[in-house]
């Protein structure tokens, strides 16, 4: 006598309903396009996290294609898009959302409700004045960033070409240090522009501030927040925005360790929030899709 096997076949997605998902969320279609600053914040807060250009290789939506459309970034000054710009130059000193190098460490905008589930994730804990100090004496902090950090501890707000000479990394020489210990500060959650300086040769230059001061309320908003809850909020607002992604891509943009990855899908998938496995029309790789497309 045979044994008969049971074989469930794995739920599938076509590549239109995808296409028609994200046209929605990345606010492809010309009708839904955005046309003030007011829009701009609204169209963050409802995504969660963007990124403010698209980025190759990096699957998220951006103010940018919510604008001018999904079309590269245009290298002319008077393309129409640009408007983002000057927008988000605007809105730098507003506190209506939170803009820093984030995401793959490239220029992301986060809502502020969002804002405490990324900062729980943060080497941030305890005191802002005295944890740096912790990080660096355990090698987890240049001493440039150290010392742009401290610059700012002391002198308060500064424009970056201020802030390059109070850190003492002027010198043309320290240009690439100085860069990295921004973007590494803007990473970890200690650093921000909050404002622009007519400064240096351009007459243009970002004013940067510390995260704890410019947000004072953060620390004590993301205490509560476990480290497994942050992620499982994360990765579930990454995929109301996709739709349907690769364990892969969702690491990629997160850059979390692959075990904590893989625990949190398992999370989202056991509260059915995610379908595992799912076959997506005309990709080589099974992807993880929002319950609700499959």
């Known amino acids: 006598m045979g044994i008969t096997a049971q074989i469930t076949a794995m739920p599938n997605l076509t590549q239109q309903r995808l296409t028609d998902y994200r046209r929605d969320t990345f606010r492809l279609d010309p009708t839904r396009r955005l046309h003030s ?7 963050a807060n409802e995504r969660g996290f ?5 980025i190759k ?10 604008v001018a459309g999904d079309r590269p970034v245009a290298d002319e000054h008077d393309d129409p898009g640009h408007i983002t710009w000057g927008w988000k130059d ?10 820093a190098r984030i995401l793959r460490r490239r220029n992301s905008i986060l809502s502020l409700v969002m804002l405490p589930f990324f900062y729980a994730l943060s080497p941030n804990f305890g005191d802002p004045d005295e944890d740096y100090l912790l990080q660096y004496e355990q090698g987890l902090l240049t001493q440039e960033s150290k010392l742009v950090y401290e610059a700012l501890l002391k002198e308060g707000p500064l424009d970056s070409i201020s802030l390059r000479r109070a850190a003492r990394l002027a010198s043309p020489e320290n240009a690439s240090r100085f860069n ?14 909050t404002g622009v300086a007519e400064a240096g040769a351009w007459r243009y230059a970002f004013i940067y501030d510390l995260t704890h001061r410019y947000y004072p309320n953060l620390v004590e908003q993301a ?3 476990s ?3 942050a992620r499982q909020k994360l990765l579930t607002v990454y995929y109301h925005s996709l739709g349907a992604a690769t364990r892969q891509e969702a690491g990629k943009l997160f850059g979390w360790r692959p075990e904590d990855l893989e625990r949190t899908f ?11 496995q799912v076959v997506l029309e005309n990709s080589t790789s099974p992807v993880a899709a929002l319950a609700e497309l499959v």
Do not use: C, H, M
């Open 57 to 66: 290789g990096v699957v998220l939506p951006s103010l940018w294609t919510a």
């Open 227 to 229: 480290e497994p809850a």
């Open 50 to 54: 963007i990124f403010f250009w698209p």
């Open 90 to 99: 605007n809105l730098l000193d507003k506190r209506v959302w939170y803009y």
């Open 266 to 276: 398992k999370a989202l998938i056991d509260r059915n929030t995610l379908v595992d």
């Open 180 to 193: 990295r210990a921004l973007d590494s500060l803007q990473f970890e959650f200690k650093v921000l522009p």
């Open 37 to 43: 600053e007011e829009e701009a914040v609204q169209f």
């Open 223 to 225: 205490g509560p927040i």
